[in-house]
């Protein structure tokens, strides 16, 4: 695909993307190129970084209200659980759509810096990137920590973990 036909790809799918609620993925993939320089940075929420200072650290809050507060908290920044319940009938053809197209996008941005892998270790956004993916995995941990605590302490659900319940 020469240069040109790819640019008018890009736009046709920024476009096509934009109009629908997807913006957040649209501007992460347009934003790639800029993220590869180390311009600009995903913000780390502060539960998240708690959460990596000290994941298995005791709870500020040990009633029920405060780790069903606290796990609501991670809940927010980090999306559904495994033992939340499953969506509606999932994504339908129209949402699968859209991701396909913001896929498209975010691909197309990445090659976009040539020798992109060097760039990112050279300006530091791999290193950043590797920060920001041990936040969501502390934050994950701290979840289930928090989840933990909840069953030992005989709380109800949501605090306590639904899969964690008999059924």
């Not at 994504?91 to 990112?120: K, S, Y």
């Amino acid at each position: 695909m020469t240069c040109p036909r790819s640019l008018g790809l890009v736009v046709v799918l920024a476009l096509a993307a934009c109009s629908a609620p997807q913006t957040q993925k649209v501007s992460t993939a347009a934003t790639t190129p800029l993220s590869d320089f180390n311009l600009v940075r995903a913000n780390i929420p502060e539960v998240l970084r708690a959460a990596q200072q000290a994941p298995y650290g005791p709870p500020a809050d040990p009633s029920c209200a405060g780790l069903a507060a606290a796990v609501k908290a991670l809940d927010e920044v980090l999306g559904p659980d495994l033992d939340s319940p499953p969506g509606e009938g999932g994504p339908g053809l129209l949402e699968r759509g859209e991701d396909v197209a913001t896929g498209a996008l975010q691909r197309t941005a990445e090659g976009v810096v040539p020798f992109r892998g060097w760039v990112r270790k050279l300006s530091g956004a791999e290193r950043y990137s590797r920060l920001v993916t041990a936040s969501i995995v502390a934050g994950g941990v701290r979840r289930g920590f928090l989840k933990g605590q909840a069953v030992a302490s005989h709380c109800p659900a949501p605090a306590a973990a639904a899969a964690s319940a008999p059924r």
